[in-house]
Each structure stands twice: as C-alpha cells, then as structure tokens.
C-alpha cells in the first residue's frame, strides 16, 4: 500500500514586500519517493521547500506530514524539524564544533540521547556517507564537498521521515559535485524519502521518481523523469533548452581551465 508522507495543497507565499512567490502549488510525495524540483532562479522552489520546514510560514494553503497537517499555530516546531530534514547550499554546519559534535548536538539537544549513544549514531552516519575518518577534523578544514556529506550526515541521524535538499551541490567546484550526488542517489536506492531542489537536471532524470517543474511559483509541469528528454509544456521545453545552452558554455570553460 502506498503512504502518503508528505501532502502539499495550494500552498502560497506572499513575503512581507508584496512578492507573491508561490501560487498555489499542490503536490504530494509518497513512502520511499524522490522527488525532484527544478525551475529556474526565482520560480520559488526555495520557498517550497522553507515553508515546508516551517523555516518561513505560508501565507496560504495545507502541509501534511502523514497526515497530520504541520502549518498550525500548534504544531511543535522543533519536533517537526526533526522529522523533516534539510539539507541547504550552503552547508549550515558549526565552524567551531568537530564533526563528531556537528552532529551529536541535535542527537543530544533534541533527542536528549546520552553523550555515548549520540556518538555511536554519529559514527553509523559518518560511515554512510564515507566521512569516518575526518570525525575530529572542524569544517574550515573540509572540502565543500566533504562539508555537504556531513551535512547530509547530520540530517540521517535525526531519522527524519523526508529529507528537503535545497540545492545541495550549487556551491560547490565542478569536480566535488560527484561525490555529493553519488551519495544522495545512494539514500535514494535506500529508499529514504526525499525532495531535492536541484539544478543538475541528468542527476533529477536519473535518481528521481517524479519531477515537478516550477515556473513564476506554479507547477507547470510535472511527471515521470521522462519528461526531461519528453517536455509537454513550452515552458518546460524552453527551460530545458536554456539550460543545454548553459551546460556548453560550461564544458568550453572548462576545457579552456584544463
Ligand atoms: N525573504 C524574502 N523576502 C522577499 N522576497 C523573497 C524572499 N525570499 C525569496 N523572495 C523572492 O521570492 C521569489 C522566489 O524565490 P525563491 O523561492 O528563492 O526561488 P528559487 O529558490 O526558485 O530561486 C523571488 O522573486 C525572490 O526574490
Ligand atoms: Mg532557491
């Protein structure tokens, strides 16, 4: 049978200066799904994704986390924020604390896991996404990628029931992308429910069960991963294109680098 984990209906957001940056979106995410979310810049993926977390609160619209609904004045933040993880571009990791304690803190902060156990949770998901050896090591000393593995890292040890990533390799250097998507892709294989915000539209074609496309904050099209190579909508036909545009302008720069 199939659970509905997360449920999203006409969800808006107007910000404080006016800007209507989401209008009206409803999808759904399933028990073991990956969805991903493209669009170009300003579409309001991101305010997707914040509104979910209950990082920023909807100005409209439902979120249910299986089945509850999660946008109420009641609802327990911090216990939501557990369930849900997220992972950001940015990493969000703390500069002055160790790996290890980057992600012991929420294990012991909000689980109220002892020292011991939050350690030996820490070194399980350190090991997932292949950061064992760096445990001592603080993050100003790590690749951005490496840094992004422990923040996925930090995420897995809360359990969430979804996992947001908002754009998890746009920070980074060409060649560290790989090992970020390889481990996204490898929870995904897992079978760990996620919806990943992301501009490498071969990784969204290639891991994802459903895509969804995000236009001026509607979904204006969405469907099974063959609809990258198979767009329906002009929309989406001319984003793709675009994008294509880009991607040989990056591989001329790149042979130019080398
Ligand atoms: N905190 C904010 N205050 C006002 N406007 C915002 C804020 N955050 C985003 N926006 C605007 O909302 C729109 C959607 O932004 P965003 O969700 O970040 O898009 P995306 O993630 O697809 O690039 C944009 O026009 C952006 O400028
Ligand atoms: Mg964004």
Known sequence: MVERV??????HMIYAGGVHAVRGISFEVNQGESVAIIGSSGSGKSTVLRCINRLIEPTGGKIFLKGEQI???????????????????????????????????????????????????????????????RVDAYPGNLSGGQKQRVAIARALAMKPEVLLFDEPT??????????????????????????????EIGFARDV???????????????????????????????????????????????????
Do not use: C, W
Request: hydrophobic share 40%.
């Open 71 to 133: 946008n109420t004045p009641h609802t327990d933040v911090n216990d939501l924020r557990s369930r849900i993880g997220m992972v950001f571009q940015s990493f969000e990791l703390f500069a002055h604390l160790r790996v290890l304690d980057n992600i012991t803190l929420g294990l012991r902060h909000v689980k109220g896991m002892s020292k011991r156990d939050a350690e030996d949770e820490a070194m399980a998901v350190l090991e997932r996404v292949d950061m064992l050896d």
């Open 6 to 11: 997360l449920d999203v209906e006409d969800l």
């Open 208 to 258: 994802a069960d459903r895509i969804i496309y995000m236009d001026q904050g509607v979904v204006a099209e969405e469907g099974a991963s063959s609809i990258i190579n198979d767009p329906q909508t002009d929309r989406l036909k001319k984003f793709l294109s675009s994008l294509h545009e880009d991607e040989v302008a990056e591989e001329g720069n790149g042979e130019k680098r080398s």
């Open 170 to 199: 746009s920070a980074l250097d060409p060649e560290l992308i790989g090992s970020v998507l390889e481990t996204i892709r490898g929870l995904a294989d897992e079978g760990m429910t996620m919806v990943v915000v992301t501009h």
